[in-house]
């Protein structure tokens, strides 16, 4: 075998591509058993009774924004280190769709919190801090869009993800440090099994769903940064 | 009744903001493999 039949290095190339197709296939059947388990076959809530079941939605966003979101601080500390085009992508993959279901997660909880509090919002600590997270990682892609040098817009971006994900443990622990109207963590061992399970089934469709979404735009954010170098 | 109305909503919200998101994400994606 000549050194000219073997395949080039394509450094640039999108990676695992098949990462997206995967989670998404998983993830329809995956979300159709989580629909039923949480709509029919779990039982109302012995005090908030149906409107309970918003929580197998609202709960699974935060799943998955914090994955999202992690995956991103992750790729951006690894970029940060190694200096690697595909570590920048990873992490605007991560901040956008973390981005996404954090949006969902706070208005599926505005929805929720109508009927139950008697408010659409209130400025409580585990509320704004979720209000707080948005802005960061929305600012973060501004921040993306005003720096035209590639690399300084990677190694800034990289920064302020690190920093901005500072908020998201302040997140999980505002209702424990701080008086709140938002409950604190449930357990599984003093929740009905039958939701136990819905939710289970709705927090793997939502982690599936996230991966599938950062996997594609990870792919276009490496298609992106191909076009952005063939450029003149 | 009540209920129902908000449990729709919030599924919906949701349904709207991810799978809109996926959509459009999927439609930059086709345009860039060109």
Redesign the interface.
């Known amino acids: 075998m000549t050194e000219s039949a073997l395949p080039l290095p394509r450094a640039s190339a999108p990676q695992s591509p098949r990462v997206g197709p995967i989670a998404a296939v998983l993830a329809i059947p995956t979300l159709a058993l989580g ?1 039923y388990l949480a ?1 029919v076959w779990a039982p109302a809530d012995a005090q908030m ?3 309970q ?2 929580m197998y ?2 709960f699974p ?1 935060w799943i998955a924004t914090a994955l999202a979101y992690t995956t991103a601080f992750v790729a951006s500390i690894l970029y940060l280190l190694r200096r690697r085009p595909a570590f920048d992508a990873l992490a605007l993959a991560g901040v956008e ?1 973390g981005a ?2 954090n ?2 997660g706070i ?2 909880g505005s ?2 919190g ?2 139950t509090w008697g408010v659409w919002w209130t400025w409580d600590p585990r509320l704004t801090t979720t209000a707080i997270m948005l802005i960061i990682f929305v600012g973060y892609l501004l921040l993306r869009s005003f720096i035209e040098d590639p690399d300084a817009r990677a190694r800034t971006s990289a920064i302020v993800a690190v920093v901005g994900f500072v908020d998201l443990p302040i997140v999980y622990f505002s209702v424990r440090w701080w008086r709140t109207l938002h409950q604190m963590q449930s357990s599984p061992a003093t929740v009905d099994a039958h939701m136990v399970v819905a939710l289970r089934v709705m927090m793997i469709a939502a982690t599936l ?1 996230a991966i599938a ?1 950062i996997a ?2 990870y ?2 954010a490496r ?2 940064a191909n ?1 952005e170098q063939a450029m003149p | 009744m ?3 109305r ?2 729709l ?3 919906l ?2 349904a709207a ?2 799978g809109g ?2 959509w459009t ?2 439609r ?2 086709r345009r ?2 060109r």
């Open positions: 629909l709509l009774g149906n409107i079941r918003i939605v609202h966003s769709v996404v279901f949006l969902s208005l599926t929805i929720w109508r009927p769903i979404l594609y735009r792919e276009l298609l992106e076009a | 009540n209920d129902i908000f449990i909503a919030a599924y919200a949701s903001v991810v998101y996926a994400l999927m930059r994606l860039a493999r």
